[in-house]
T-cell receptor, first 118, second 111 residues
Framework: AQSVTQPDIHITVSEGASLELRCNYSYGATPYLFWYVQSPGQGLQLLLKYFSGDTLVQGIKGFEAEFKRSQSSFNLRKPSVHWSDAAEYFCAVGAPENYGGSQGNLIFGKGTKLSVKP | DVKVTQSSRYLVKRTGEKVFLECVQDMDHENMFWYRQDPGLGLRLIYFSYDVKMKEKGDIPEGYSVSREKKERFSLILESASTNQTSMYLC??????????FGPGTRLTVT
């Protein structure tokens, strides 16, 4: 079964600084990978996704993520953080061979809370 | 744009009450999900439905039931609410093999 780990519970960065949020997964093959963002009191919004192909994926709000098979990672990056990026970020993994069926649900990490200093 | 709506943003109920949380999606998605979200525990799947009238238990189904009579609507039912069911409840929908879309959440407080 797949699993996902977000090692950092809370990260604080200064506005304008670069950001990298870590995500490691455990799975025997290449999974489907997702990053979601949750603003306080809101639902989750999809930032980006990886199914196959180019390992560097671009998302909304200026975010990107890179799939590294050798490291079982899918880290989220942004070159310059804005105060509005303060939120909680969730990485999720799905198993392609089960996806869409009753066994193919996403597994979510426990989230990384991002704070932005002025 | 895909839209997933939930009937209430905030709800306060008393212990022992029967509680209905409603979720509606407008994109003809086959799969729908109910999660609860608690600090430090992340998202935990309660139930999901892969078709009308079809459901499967997730990781924490105890104390909950669900109903899906129409494709666009998925209801979560707390038969007898308890204080340990105070939480944020998130509904999501998905077209097979694609990403999930989430509603805004319902923050339920059981007193």
């Amino acid at each position: 079964a797949q699993s996902v780990t977000q090692p950092d519970i809370h990260i604080t960065v200064s506005e304008g600084a670069s950001l990298e949020l870590r995500c490691n997964y455990s799975y025997g093959a290449t999974p489907y990978l997702f990053w979601y963002v949750q603003s306080p009191g809101q639902g989750l919004q999809l930032l980006l996704k990886y199914f196959s192909g180019d390992t560097l994926v671009q998302g909304i709000k200026g975010f990107e993520a890179e799939f590294k098979r050798s490291q079982s990672s899918f880290n989220l990056r942004k070159p310059s953080v804005h105060w509005s990026d303060a939120a909680e970020y969730f990485c999720a993994v799905g198993a392609p061979e089960n996806y869409g069926g009753s066994q193919g649900n996403l597994i979510f990490g426990k989230g990384t809370k991002l704070s932005v200093k002025p | 744009d895909v839209k997933v709506t939930q009937s209430s943003r905030y709800l306060v109920k008393r212990t022992g009450e029967k509680v209905f949380l409603e979720c509606v999606q407008d994109m003809d998605h086959e799969n729908m999900f109910w999660y609860r979200q608690d600090p430090g525990l992340g998202l935990r799947l309660i139930y999901f439905s892969y078709d009308v009238k079809m459901k499967e238990k997730g990781d924490i189904p105890e104390g909950y039931s669900v109903s899906r009579e129409k494709k666009e609507r998925f209801s979560l039912i707390l038969e007898s609410a308890s204080t340990n069911q105070t939480s944020m409840y998130l509904c999501a929908s998905r077209q097979t093999a694609y990403e999930q879309y989430f509603g805004p959440g319902t923050r339920l407080t059981v007193t």
